[in-house]
């Protein structure tokens, strides 16, 4: 089953966001995985309000799930007030983080706090191969690096 999360908001008017949310099968288990593939609002003005609804609606996909989840994305937590909402939505479905390092090499807001812009969050999963780092965004492939885990169903 997919979901398709397009925000109500737009970016500068013209831009909306989408988040995909898609279940999988597990071979011999009863629960579905829940896999979220997000990109969240970069660009509002004054408040956080957009960028909260986008989180409310992953965050009652999450916590309606019971099997094990994981949400990647771009989150666009840019600054310590995103961030602060971004974990408050996964810390209430009791995802982790694979990266909690503020000194790694995840992609960083240039505008806002030099917040790491890009996670994985996971559930009910056991990392099996640590997370890793690309580095696409010194050679221009993009503009952000890639991220990659491992995961086992224990």
Known sequence: R???LVSQHREF???P???LATTYPIAGHAPRL???N???LNFEWLTLD???DQLAAIGAL???HAGPIILAGDMNSRSPARTRLLEKTVHQAGLKAVFDGTDDARTRAVIGGDQPLDHIYYRGLSIITPGRI???ALTDVSDHNSLSVRFAYP
């Open 2 to 4: 997919r979901t398709a």
């Open 13 to 15: 008017g013209l831009t």
């Open 17 to 19: 966001k989408a988040s």
């Open 34 to 36: 829940l896999v979220i």
């Open 38 to 40: 997000a990109h969240l």
């Open 50 to 52: 957009d960028y909260a």
């Open 62 to 64: 999450l916590e309606q």
């Open 134 to 136: 690309g580095a696409e």
